[in-house]
């Protein structure tokens, strides 16, 4: 799983690692939980509205929600067990940590489940996001989110630094440096 900052570019270099995998004939399942949440959103049932009004204020969905999310997505997706499964944004707090870690369990895959720590400045990744202009892009909805990391998503760094599982990769510099380090960091080049 990768974790970060909003705007450390997680998504981004999923997609990479994603793509580069599948050229080397790695299957893979990529679960973002933003993605989950904005496809969620835009659904015109009780919801995707409420989802939506947390979106656009800035607000967290609550933990159960985005644990009940990926946890459906990976029973309809993984069809056999020998997938990569990459996990973008998620888990966010403790309790969903230790809910991967069950579900992880149950499909047999906890022991080889690293967590990739983007390391990337406040300052840098304020900046990424106003420049990306996604309509959860406020000033108020990134301060909340960046203010949110630290006080919620770095206990999630600390539980899997604890138990060994947390590899740090610098995440400033162009998107194939970051790339580059993090392949290393896997031992997938």
Request: hydrophobic letters at 40%; zero cysteines; glycine letters at 8%.
């Amino acid at each position: 799983m990768f974790l970060g900052r909003s705007g450390a570019g997680k998504g981004t270099q999923l997609k990479l690692l994603e793509t580069y995998l599948n050229t080397q004939g790695k299957k893979t399942i990529y679960v973002s939980i933003g993605e989950l949440l904005r496809t969620l959103a835009k659904k015109d049932t009780f919801a995707g509205r409420k989802v939506k009004s947390i979106i656009t204020e800035g607000k967290l969905i609550d933990e159960w929600v985005a644990a009940y999310l990926w946890q459906n997505d990976i029973m309809t997706r993984l069809l056999e067990n020998d997938a990569f499964l990459f996990f973008d944004g998620s888990p966010r707090k403790l309790h969903e940590a230790e809910a991967l870690d069950m579900t992880l369990e149950w499909f047999e895959r906890a022991k080889e489940m690293v967590a990739v720590l983007l390391d990337v400045g406040h300052e840098e990744v304020f900046g990424r996001l106003k420049a990306r202009g996604r309509e959860d892009d406020t000033e108020h909805g990134i301060k909340s989110r960046l203010d949110w990391f630290e006080t919620e998503v770095m206990p999630v760094v600390r539980y899997y630094e604890s138990s060994g599982r947390l590899i740090s990769v610098h995440g400033e510099g162009t998107i194939e440096e970051v790339q580059a380090r993090i392949r290393t960091a896997l031992g997938v080049e």
